[in-house]
């Protein structure tokens, strides 16, 4: 770096009497250059050479940005300058150290390599998207952990000293009990994993750490942080895409140059590859050569009008299935002798139901005979209605079982304090007017509220696990006891098992993303009032990697026939949005109205949840910031804002859409120009009617001997073309290459050259000369 | 990091950096793989560059190309004499067009010339059918091959001179669903 100050010094110093001879215009050239030079070297890796040649010329245009910028900055601002300069070089190069680092730390490169090279891309983009997944909560726990769960542990109470913290007597003796740390009742109940346990002093430790305003915080923090993450991912996926092709207007060329999957690395799969492959250009040949049966399009209608209806039936039944089993889990509560399956009821019936509908669905689908990418897209739309209604009726219910809980609670209240009234009434009888302290009441003693979010971060949490349990299970029984069987019961079986009936299962890449994103889902609702979620999602996230990965190499096939749900990897990534949005209307929505508990989790004692957040304002920051907030707040200030939003969203709506009409407009000029072409080169006759009948009224043409000018005019260019497109070795068509831009100013036109002019017509006679020249000038303009 | 490494120097780590998608870990893993394939030719110090070439033969034997119907005019396509013996700067040029961050008008210009196995510069139909009999491994009958290649052509030739130009690939491969996904190799 010191070289490079003394190098621009050195030169500044030398180049002073040259200061003077250097122009205003001479500089904004040399500016120009050195600019255009530094974005060669910016993006010298897309370009398509030789690497060799790229060695160089990056190392030519480092050395003219080195000699040439010191001299840029001159008379005052040239220390400054250079020092700029050596800072912009230190900042890239922490960048790149930077990125070094990071793509270091990206874990399971070799799993996902490998899973690659045997299963192919589609199937190794579920891994990817989970590891991604993980990364994310990661972060979420590193907030949730660092600035709630470890404030609370190291500077707040401990265990036993208030009565929220503690377990409340009548349970101690069973409170270590595995199966009631199993229900997450116990210890586990009264630890940090849920919202019941923090205290909600204003400030806590020495730090005066204000741990309700940071839980709030934190809360909001974990929806905005996601929605970023989804979004920047989302906008970097976008330009991968690829545009609106229509679906059928490249099948035989897409199927001959991106069907294969360059990332299969195993013989196996590559056979398989083949096969398949083989398989999809004789289907669509024969697609091709068939042209669509007449079926019996009634009949197909209404089979898949039935379809549709029992899948709707099935739907409804699986939503009030819930309902009722939420009903009857709230009995249940009251009721202490419950069987293993009685207290798990709810959870085992949503996860079940998980697991049975989606094939029942695919079953009803075959009646809909419909082409299997839109097939695929019906299935996943069925199955995400069916997750969100279960999702949403748990919801409701769980909703109603707050509310009682608020109820009881009120009575609850309303007893504590008149109790408390009475003892202090009692105690300054008895003792004439001294001050009375606390009740020396053992923490484990007092009378406790029933603590609904306490509650509902229970019921997730346990959602979750039985969640976790259903889908391992899954697949240690579906997929490898399935192969286990295969393979071993093969040798002694009357029909293959390995390419009959059962079989090896294929890896299901949709259910599985599907899973992995509703999962999420539940997190994110849930990660309120269970702070000890995300560290267990983040656990189970770990150890679904290490054991999908295995699953899918020891008992997993690869597929036989690929379809991608979308064109991108958008769609997921768009769901993903959606249940992040679905997830946070509950969420703000008991934030917002919900009274919270009066005796535990970190907001107890106020009237609603965010009254933490006016009374940092009012306490902890400046005067003119809370007048600035409560002027902001003003529903006169709000409503306009929203006004201008709908506004701009018009506005822009608009905009797009004008853009689409313009595109579609040039689309079919460029279409309609290239018909023409190849309609003129092809045929005689243009299909356009107009030009068409021009052409009918030349003279005859037959009567007209064939002349030889034309063909020196078309000799050239089948050898112009190989100087047309290699400009830089203009070697021997130089000479050609001016009268072929004067004859053919279209780049593309090249004539067969097999065939001889006369009998296409074309040629020689004058009269066709303006017709040719007319048909040259119509080239021009696409041009 | 600290570890002394003598197969580069650090103006060429950095030079490499710029010139293509990968990190300096990734060369240095690279040019690991590279010296396996040969490991008698290929010496440890490239702080002078030697011009030492591998050949066509062991580099198609590596895991991630191996399995590729079109491994062999990969390989022709980054080597600079044309018949496949890869330099390791023509190595990592090869791995960098294919890698996942690679972007797509690049990697099209790579399949462009990959798929052109005349080397005329254009897509004409013998090029499709041997393309074509790559993939399929010679399942499909002649009659089957040559529709096909007919229907590909015919779908994707924009100016009716029954090859295809790089504009007429470019525009027909951008719009493809798959084939950035596709068109990608990991190393």
Request: charged share 25%.
């Amino acid at each position: 770096m010191c070289d490079l100050m003394m190098m621009s010094s050195s030169d500044s110093n030398s180049d002073s009497e040259e200061e003077e001879s250097l122009s205003e215009g001479e500089m904004a050239q040399l500016l120009e250059e050195v600019e255009e030079k530094k974005k060669l070297i910016a993006t010298i890796r897309n370009k398509p050479w030789r690497m060799k040649r790229r060695l160089v010329d990056l190392k030519e245009a480092q050395e003219f940005v080195d000699k040439f910028e010191g001299a840029l900055g001159k008379g005052k601002g040239r220390k400054w300058f250079a020092y700029k300069v050596m800072m912009k070089k230190k900042w890239i190069k922490f960048q790149r150290d930077f990125e070094n680092f990071r793509t270091a730390c990206i874990p399971w490169e070799r799993k996902i390599k490998d899973v690659e090279s045997h299963f192919g891309s589609s199937v190794a983009s579920y891994f990817i998207f989970l590891r991604w997944m993980y990364g994310m909560n990661l972060v979420l726990f590193g907030f949730t952990f660092g600035l709630v769960v470890i404030p609370e542990v190291l500077m707040g109470l401990p265990y036993g000293s208030i009565p929220r913290k503690t377990v409340p007597t009548p349970d101690q003796d069973t409170a270590q009990d595995y199966s009631v740390l199993m229900d997450f009742n116990g210890y586990c109940k009264y630890s940090v994993l849920f919202y019941g346990y923090y205290n909600n002093q204003r400030t806590i430790g020495l730090l005066k750490f204000r741990l309700p305003l940071s839980y709030l915080m934190v809360g909001i923090g974990t929806f905005g942080y996601s929605l970023m993450v989804v979004i920047r991912t989302m906008a970097k996926n976008a330009d991968v895409g690829g545009g609106d092709g229509d679906e059928g207007e490249f099948t035989f060329a897409w199927k001959m140059f991106t069907s294969w999957d360059y990332l299969i690395g195993n013989s196996e799969t590559a056979d398989n590859k083949y096969a398949s492959i083989t398989t999809s250009f004789k289907e669509s040949i024969v697609d091709e050569q068939e042209n669509q049966k007449d079926e019996n399009i009634h009949l197909r209608r209404f089979l898949r009008v039935m379809a549709n209806f029992l899948i709707t039936c099935s739907l409804g039944g699986s939503g009030y299935l819930i309902y009722f089993v939420v009903k009857r889990s709230q009995e249940f509560a009251n009721r202490t002798d419950l069987s293993w399956y009685e207290k798990n009821e709810l959870e085992l019936i949503m996860s079940l139901l998980g697991l049975v509908c989606p094939p029942l669905f695919e079953t009803i689908a075959e009646l809909e005979d419909y082409h299997p990418r839109i097939a695929l897209k019906w299935q996943l739309g069925r199955i995400f209605a069916l997750f969100l209604g279960n999702l949403y009726t748990f919801l409701f219910a769980l909703f109603d079982e707050v509310n009682t809980k608020l109820e009881q609670e009120d009575s609850i209240k309303n007893a504590s304090i008149w109790a408390m009234k009475e003892y202090y009434a009692n105690y300054t009888l008895m003792l004439n007017g001294t001050d009375s302290p606390i009740p020396p009441m053992d923490p484990g003693d007092v009378i406790r509220g029933p603590c609904w979010e306490t509650a509902v971060g229970i019921e997730f949490v346990k959602l979750t696990v039985s969640d976790i349990q259903v889908s391992y299970l899954t697949i240690l029984i579906g997929d490898f006891a399935r192969a286990v069987i295969v393979r071993f019961l093969n040798y002694c079986w009357c029909w293959d098992l390995e390419a009959g009936f059962p079989s090896y299962g294929e890896f299901d890449i949709s259910g599985n993303v599907l899973g992995l994103v509703f999962n999420q889902g539940m997190i994110w609702m849930g990660a309120f009032y269970a702070p000890g979620l995300v560290g267990i999602n983040v656990l189970r996230l770990l150890s679904s990697m290490y054991y999908q990965c295995w699953a899918v190499m020891a008992t997993n096939v690869p597929h036989e026939r690929v379809f991608k749900a979308s064109k991108s990897n958008n769609f997921y990534m768009g769901l993903l949005l959606l249940i992040l949005f679905l997830s946070l209307l509950p969420v703000v929505f008991t934030i917002m109205t919900l009274p919270p508990s009066f005796d535990c989790g970190p907001f107890s004692g106020k009237v609603k949840m965010f009254d933490v957040i006016m009374e940092t304002i009012d306490l902890d920051l400046p005067a003119f910031l809370g007048t600035l907030f409560s002027y902001a707040a003003n529903p006169g200030l709000i409503i306009p804002a929203v006004l201008l939003m709908v506004l701009a969203i018009y506005y822009l709506n608009s905009v797009s859409e004008a853009y689409q009409h313009a595109n579609m407009e040039l689309k079919k000029k460029m279409q309609m120009t290239r018909d023409e072409e190849k309609n003129r080169r092809n045929n005689t006759d243009s299909t356009n009617q107009v030009m068409k009948d021009l052409e009918d009224l030349l003279p005859n043409r037959s009567l007209m001997p064939p002349a030889p000018p034309p063909q020196p005019v078309k000799k050239p260019e089948p050898e112009a073309k190989p100087t047309k497109t290699r400009p830089g070795t203009a070697g021997k068509g130089v000479n050609l290459q001016r009268d072929v831009t004067l004859a053919s100013p279209n780049p593309n036109a090249r004539g067969p050259v097999s065939r001889p002019p006369g009998p296409r017509g074309h040629g020689p006679p004058p009269g066709a000369g303006p017709g040719r020249g007319r048909g040259r000038g119509r080239g021009a303009p696409p041009r | 990091m600290g570890n002394k490494q003598t197969t580069f120097t650090e103006e060429q780590l950095e030079a490499f950096q710029d010139c293509t998608f990968f990190t300096r870990k990734e060369i240095q893993r690279l040019h690991g793989r590279y010296r396996e394939l040969a490991p008698h030719l290929v010496p440890l110090d490239y702080t002078n560059n030697p011009d030492i070439r591998v050949p066509l033969t062991l580099i198609v034997t590596m895991p991630e190309l191996k399995e590729n119907p079109f491994r062999d005019r990969i390989v022709e396509t980054f080597s600079e004499d044309g018949h496949g013996n890869l330099s390791f700067n023509d190595f990592v040029d090869m791995f960098s067009a294919l890698c996942e961050t690679s972007p797509r008008e690049l990697k099209t210009i790579y399949a462009f010339r990959i798929y052109d196995f005349n080397r005329d510069n254009f897509i004409c139909k013998e090029d499709l059918k041997m393309t074509l009999n790559k993939l399929t491994k010679g399942e499909l009958t002649p009659e089957e091959v040559s529709l096909v290649c007919d229907k590909s052509m015919e779908e994707a030739d924009l100016d009716g001179d029954s090859k295809l130009s790089f504009s007429d690939f470019e525009n027909m491969v951008s719009k493809a669903p798959d084939f950035l996904s596709n068109f990608h190799v990991r190393i």
